[in-house]
Structure formats: C-alpha cells, structure tokens
C-alpha cells in the first residue's frame, strides 16, 4: 500500500474552473425550454459529471487503488438504474392517478 498522494494545484484550480463551468451551464438549461424526460436527464448528467470530477480529484479517487474508483462506477450505475426505474413508473402514470 503507497502513502498519500498530493494532488497538484494544477488538477484542483482546472477541477474548480471545470465545477464553475458545469454550474453555470446547469443554471442555463434552466432557462432552456427542454421537454419534460429529457430536462431531468440532462440534469442528472450534468450533476453526474460534477460528482464524478469531485470524487476523482478532491477525494483524490484519481489517484488511488483502482477497486475504489470501479465501487464508485458500480455506484453509478446502480444509481442510474434506479432513477431510470423511477422515470419509468412516473412518465406512464395516468394523469389523474394520485389527484385526491
């Protein structure tokens, strides 16, 4: 097992300036008129690909044993099962089922 790992300043400001980015780029699709499934799955990804680049350079997953970074894709994984699970039951529901 190796030390600790320091994780230059260049990978976390570039990691930084890639989160602010993606921030503002999730406000603006907001602003988008995105039809209804598709606005949730762009905000997933989006919101994926920042958790992602926070594990893999601030948590420094980047740089650690290999097995951490294949439970987070697992991890991934599963969780996109079941949003898509989730997605399935509500875009099919009929429109007045749960109106009390």
Do not use: Q
Not at 2 to 26: D, N, Q, W
């Amino acid at each position: 097992m190796s030390g600790h790992h320091i994780i230059p300043m260049k990978a976390l400001m570039g990691t930084t300036f890639a989160l602010l980015i993606l921030t503002i780029l999730t406000v603006a699709v907001f602003y988008f008129d995105i039809p209804s499934p598709f606005d949730i799955l762009v905000a997933l990804f989006l919101a994926s690909i920042k958790a992602t680049l926070v594990c893999m350079f601030f948590m420094g997953l980047y740089y650690d044993e290999k097995i951490n970074t294949i439970v987070l894709v697992f991890s991934f994984i599963f969780f996109f099962v079941f949003i898509g699970i989730t997605l399935l039951d509500t875009l099919f529901r009929d429109a007045s089922f749960g109106i009390w």
